[in-house]
């Protein structure tokens, strides 16, 4: 080999070090193949998931030719003789006029990848230095293709691995947080409790006619009972265990329910309307506790509403999932979220409603999807709406944590 092919190959090797997209390796080999190989044209094929044929890039020819590659194997020779037959007498093909081609497998590690098409213009031109050639770009580009599907494996299970860690740390962060609201919602029951009886006594003992005594007393009652639902909601969020029994269930069942219960919430006022949408799909059967299912699924109904004061769609969709788990979405057409707020979203006590919310319904939403062995997520962006995920492992299967 020349000392200019050999230092056109260091430069086609070092050009391909920084390239980590497949096209765009296909792309090189092609124009390389043109500008230094001395082919009239070149093709390059790839294989996808299916182990079909497609083309990635082309040099001095239409990326896309009907029929072609169709279902041929990569790797024979015949595949050049379907090129030369598939653009005999297109305009766009004049370079496979009369020309003769050398298909060349682009394997490396032990994978294909797919096939390189060199177009030369006579049979004669094709000699030892040209097959040669051919070879060593072709061997170059498969290295790099073969880095790219390494570096892609890794990138996706570097962030499996890091959303993993976040499942995790969250989990943590979460029971370490129940396990201090279980021991402060049981101390400060027992402190409210006897002061809830005190201001029924003292609200009995009132004169019917000091208005204004009775009044104040009226609302130190609508105060703790506040206080009081907040407790209950906090020893929900602690619990480790489903409270009641659980029962094998159809998450359509639980969809209809949760639905029905939120209807007079979307009801129009004031010109503001709100549609809820079923979109039910067929689940497969889930193990859960029915009444905390359904409590969960309001929740996030009541929120996608409380998300839209002036108005939009909420919709439920249920299905089985390609790992043969069940899964129920509750998605609303509202403004999204930020990052920032989608980063605290489930964590307890954070609320973007003021003294109107607690910041406990999607944290206690959270704990429900983990006590059951599932997981949730949550996709938005400002503008784009919010799309809560609750994932179930299907009867029989394994936990999803």
């Known amino acids: 080999m020349t000392e200019h092919a050999l230092a056109v190959l260091s430069r086609f090797g070092e050009l391909l070090s920084g390239v980590a997209e497949p096209r765009e390796i296909a792309r090189e080999l092609a124009r390389a193949a043109v500008d230094h190989l001395g082919a009239r044209a070149a093709m390059v094929l790839g294989i996808d998931d299916g182990g079909n044929s497609r ?26 003789d379907e090129l ?68 892609t494996e890794l990138s996706k299970s570097y962030a499996e691995l890091r959303a993993s860690r976040d499942v995790l740390a969250r989990s943590q962060k979460l029971r370490a947080l129940g396990e201090m609201a279980a021991g402060v919602s049981h101390d400060l029951k027992n402190i409210l409790n006897p002061l809830a009886l005190h201001l029924q006594f003292l609200q009995r003992a009132v004169p019917r006619d000091n208005g204004d005594a009775l009044e104040s007393v009226v609302e130190m009652r609508r105060v703790l009972q506040r206080g009081l639902e907040t407790i209950e909601r906090l020893r929900d969020f602690s619990r480790q265990a489903p409270a009641g029994r659980v029962e094998v269930i159809d998450l359509n069942r639980i969809a209809h329910e949760a639905i029905e219960i939120c209807r007079p919430r979307t009801r129009t006022k004031h010109d503001v309307h709100y549609t809820l949408v079923e979109s039910f799909g067929q689940p497969p059967p889930v193990t859960l506790q029915a009444s905390e299912a359904v409590a969960a699924v309001v929740n996030l109904i009541v929120n996608a509403v409380d998300a839209m004061p002036t108005g939009g769609h909420v919709t439920v969709t249920t ?34 409603k003021g003294q109107e919310g607690t910041g406990l319904g999607l944290a206690m939403v959270y704990a429900f999807v983990q006590r059951h062995r599932g997981r949730i997520g949550l996709q938005t962006a400002p503008g784009r709406g919010a799309s809560f995920t609750l994932t179930f492992p299907a009867e029989g299967r394994p936990s999803l944590f």
């Open 55 to 80: 083309i990635l890039a082309a040099k001095n020819l239409p990326i896309d030719i009907p029929g072609f590659p169709g279902e041929a194997d990569a790797l024979t020779p015949e595949l050049g």
């Open 84 to 151: 030369l037959a598939r653009c005999a007498g297109r305009p766009d093909c004049t370079a496979c006029e009369g020309a003769h081609t050398i298909v060349v497998p682009l394997a490396s590690g032990g994978g294909l990848f797919g096939s390189v098409i060199y177009v030369f213009g006579s049979e004669a031109q094709l000699g030892e230095f040209e097959h040669g050639f051919a070879k060593a770009l072709a061997g170059l580009a498969a290295s790099g293709l073969n880095c790219a599907a390494r570096y």
């Open 319 to 352: 299905g089985g999932n390609a790992e043969g788990n069940a899964f129920l979405e509750v998605a609303d057409d509202g403004p999204g979220m930020p990052p920032d707020i989608e980063a605290r979203v489930f964590e307890p006590f954070f609320t973007t």
